[in-house]
């Protein structure tokens, strides 16, 4: 099935606002994509509005091949994921744009993950956007509305994205012989089959789940411990944000479970029943437990110093 295809299957709403702005030619100046995986979704737009070959893009031609490669002329692409948008950032895009055209014609701006900008920037971005410059186009993504601007908002036209059915990603997932724990795990966090790919069979996922067994027993059973466990088996990985990010997320599937064992619910961890039976503690402390690892898991991705943030979170826990 071609990109297209999928497209319009999986998100009508936005294949029928682009096949209708690009036929009409009223492409607007700055799209903002809402949902998680908006990547692809975000590169077919830029792709679109430089295709050589269609209406909108197909994916073939030397102008597609080349924002795929992030490698054409007229196209900045950021990624607030990989470090954040700061204000330089968008005076540097606008100094570029005022200049003439490399290739002769639209040119693109892409900022993914919008919302871990700076406010300086994300002002600067709205005044970007309140002069808007005939034949500068925007693409933004994020994955929550609410962390980004108003008043940006308000001058894009926002397509939020549909989630891919989680049942069809279990089903994909079981049909691939996947341990059960690790199916639910995955069918949790991620959307699609693509994103769950590097955590099947991976060692490093492994690890995880029996960090979160172990978390969860000495919490409960070895009190004392838990620190230094989490020290000396989880900090070494610290440096990596993003694994942090899986495991807090990975622990709060565990803690949920306690819930979910006394009131006889599917468990995502089934094999640690045995362990959960054994703990009892009252509905309220559990939400508040998760509450702190949640809130931990959220300034994370706000950029706080991990070794500190995990630090606070377990002398509250
Ligand atoms: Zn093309």
Do not use: W
């Amino acid at each position: 099935m071609s990109f297209q295809e999928e497209l319009k299957q999986q998100q009508p709403i936005l294949y029928q606002i682009l096949i209708k702005s690009f036929t009409n030619h009223k492409i607007p100046h700055a799209f903002l994509l809402v949902g998680k995986n908006s990547g692809p979704a975000a590169h077919y737009i830029a792709k679109s509005l430089i295709c050589e070959q269609d209406i909108l893009a197909c994916n073939e031609c030397n102008n597609c091949r080349r924002i795929d490669e992030h490698n054409y002329g007229d196209f900045i692409y950021v990624n607030g994921n990989d470090e954040t948008i700061k204000k330089g950032k968008v005076e540097y895009i606008q100094e570029q744009f005022a200049k003439s055209s490399m290739e002769g014609s639209a040119k693109i701006y892409m900022l993914e993950n919008i919302e871990n900008s700076t406010p300086e920037a994300m002002n600067s971005l709205l005044k970007v956007l309140e002069e808007p410059i005939d034949g500068v186009y925007a693409i933004f993504t994020c994955q929550n509305l609410s962390r980004v601007l108003p008043t940006i908002q308000s001058r894009c036209q926002v397509i939020q994205l549909l989630p891919n059915s989680k049942l069809m990603l279990k089903e994909q997932l079981t049909k691939n012989d996947i341990p059960i724990d690790d199916v639910n795990i995955l069918t949790e966090l991620f959307d699609t089959y693509d994103e769950c790919q590097p955590y099947i069979e991976s060692e490093m996922f492994d690890s995880l789940k029996l960090e979160v067994f172990h978390f969860i027993e000495d919490l409960y059973f070895h009190r004392d411990n838990l620190i230094i466990n989490v020290e000396t088996h989880l900090m070494k990985d610290f440096k990596d944000k993003e694994k942090v990010q899986l495991f807090l997320n990975m622990l709060v599937l565990g803690l949920r479970d306690l819930f979910h064992v006394k009131h006889s619910m599917e468990l995502t961890y089934p094999s640690y029943r045995s362990l959960y039976e054994k703990i009892n503690e009252p509905e309220d402390e559990l939400v508040r437990k998760i509450d702190i690892i949640l809130n931990a898991e959220y300034l994370l991705s706000t950029n706080a110093n991990v070794m500190l943030l995990i630090d606070s979170m377990m002398c509250k826990i």
